[in-house]
């Protein structure tokens, strides 16, 4: 995923405050449980796209949202924020940047491997060890399917992606024939 300036900014704030009480973990958790539940929900949504509801409804509902879940202070106060800048559909975005800061903060790394289908947990792990010799850093790898791949395996760390996908190496191929 790109993560905007916007995302970045927001991120950055959040986890200042979250840092200052301690709360990264949670905040980080409660980020990341809001912006899949956003995402997976095109009626939430509609209702934060729609002009037609008023910004008080939109602050109710966040507020009933974040009552409900349990949800921490600077969670719900940065939701509210973002939705009455309109900004709400970079939630996902600005939960991203946030683990990425926590992640650096700790030593950790995000390695995001997209494969075409399911792979062992045996693959996994002796990916995880040698990106971890690799980077010297612990590594958190997110799992990702897309079959469009046709096979193979794209690896994204940081900046750095490795594309071992066969629709990669197709595409590869055909530039080589058609050059």
């Known amino acids: 995923m790109s993560i905007s300036v916007i995302g970045r ?3 950055h704030a959040v986890f200042a405050l979250a840092s200052e009480q301690n709360a990264v973990d949670q905040v ?24 037609g509801v008023s910004g008080q409804a939109r602050r109710d509902i966040l507020r009933d949202i974040a009552q409900s879940s349990g949800m921490h202070a600077i969670v719900r106060d940065t939701l509210l924020l973002l939705s009455d ?9 600005v939960s991203a940047a946030f683990d990425a800061n926590a992640e650096a903060l700790s030593g950790r ?47 994204r760390v940081g900046d750095q992606v490795f594309d071992g996908s066969i629709k990669h190496q197709l595409s590869e191929l055909k530039e080589q024939l058609l050059g």
């Open 28 to 51: 980080g958790q409660d980020l990341r449980d809001f912006a899949g539940t956003f995402t997976d929900n095109r009626t939430l949504q509609n209702v934060f796209e729609n002009p």
């Open 109 to 155: 790394i995000r390695a995001e491997v997209t494969t075409a289908g399911d792979l062992p947990d045996s693959y996994f792990e002796e990916l995880t060890a040698t990106l971890k010799r690799v980077t010297g850093k612990d590594v958190v790898v997110v799992r990702k399917l897309d079959p469009s791949l046709i096979g193979g395996v794209v690896t």
């Open 85 to 93: 800048r309109n900004r709400l559909r970079h939630v996902d975005e």
């Open 9 to 11: 900014r927001y991120a």
